[in-house]
């Protein structure tokens, strides 16, 4: 394979460029690159190795891009550093185009013929949380994922990172008022079942099978007051330990993958 070095004014000039004309953003490591070549090969604009790494694992990924008919460019660390913003990339990044989602909830539950699998996350603004948050809900088959637009983290390279692709699977809808869209979501039949450790129900006891939108709050805080209000019903996760809480995208799971067991 024959590997393109690109000198520092060049590749500055090129990703601006790119970034700019195609609506494109910065995807990095392993995970992340490899989940979008998987699934929209066509959407990669380029792909950045780091020269110096000539491990078995770098070796398989150039492989996988000959196979794809992709010429990766080589850049040193440094300038990989600069691309991505920071060095924690894996000597891996590339610049992709965005990939069509639902970008409303009435899209999404308007061309649904299952019943909906909604995840609600109420002030979730740590990017590492989103993106696993992202992961668990499209490893359960999430229809979409909702936060408000006010306080909570957008999708960023980070939440691109750690999400492993389900952020180029999953929509994320940002919403202005949470409160309306949860109500707006209830008359599409959906049961809104938020997480709260005073909730009247234990998670294994409650009917979550149907057509569920499931409510996270952020850990520690929970689900704001008018969120917390609006559901039709508040749960809680069984803690046999001496731990109070669970990690936002480790309760997503268990909730989650609780309404799959149901709707078996």
Same mark, same amino acid.
Not at 130 to 135: E, F, I, P, S
Not at 257 to 263: C, D, I
């Given at each position: 394979m024959r590997l393109m070095r690109i000198n520092t004014l060049q590749w500055r000039l090129n990703v601006n460029k790119a970034m700019i004309m195609s609506n494109a953003k910065i995807l990095f490591g392993f995970h992340a690159v490899q989940a979008r070549l998987r699934v929209a090969a066509s959407s990669v604009r380029e792909v950045y190795v780091e020269h110096a790494r000539a491990d078995k694992r770098m070796q398989n990924f150039l492989a996988s891009l000959v196979r794809l008919n992709i010429e990766p460019r080589l850049v040193d660390k440094h300038r990989l550093d600069g691309i991505v913003g920071h060095s924690r990339h894996q000597g891996v990044a590339a610049l992709a185009g965005d990939i069509r989602l639902a970008n409303s909830v009435d899209e999404v539950l308007e061309n649904l013929s299952v019943p909906p699998l909604l995840l609600v996350l109420d002030g979730i603004t740590d990017?590492?949380?989103?993106?696993?948050?992202?992961?668990v809900a499209d490893a359960a088959g999430v229809h979409a994922v909702i936060a408000p637009k006010d306080k909570a983290v957008g999708i960023n390279a980070t939440v691109a990172k750690v999400a492993s692709g389900a952020a180029d699977h999953v929509p994320y809808i940002m919403v202005t008022n949470l409160a309306r869209t949860l109500r707006e979501i209830k008359e599409h039949d959906v049961w809104v079942v938020g997480t709260d450790e005073e909730g009247t129900s234990v998670l294994h006891d409650a009917k979550v099978g149907g !057509?569920?939108?499931? @409510?996270?709050?952020?850990?520690?805080?929970?689900?704001?007051?008018?969120? #917390?209000?609006t559901c039709d019903e508040l749960v809680?996760?069984?803690?046999?330990?001496?731990? !109070?809480?669970?990690? @936002?995208?480790v309760a997503a799971g268990v909730c989650l993958?609780?309404?799959? #067991?149901?709707?078996g």
């Open positions: 990017p590492h949380n989103l993106g696993a948050c992202l992961r !057509a569920i939108a499931w @409510v996270m709050g952020a850990e520690g805080e929970g689900m704001r007051r008018l969120t #917390r209000e809680r996760i069984p803690m046999a330990g001496s731990v !109070a809480s669970l990690n @936002v995208s993958f609780e309404s799959v #067991r149901q709707r």
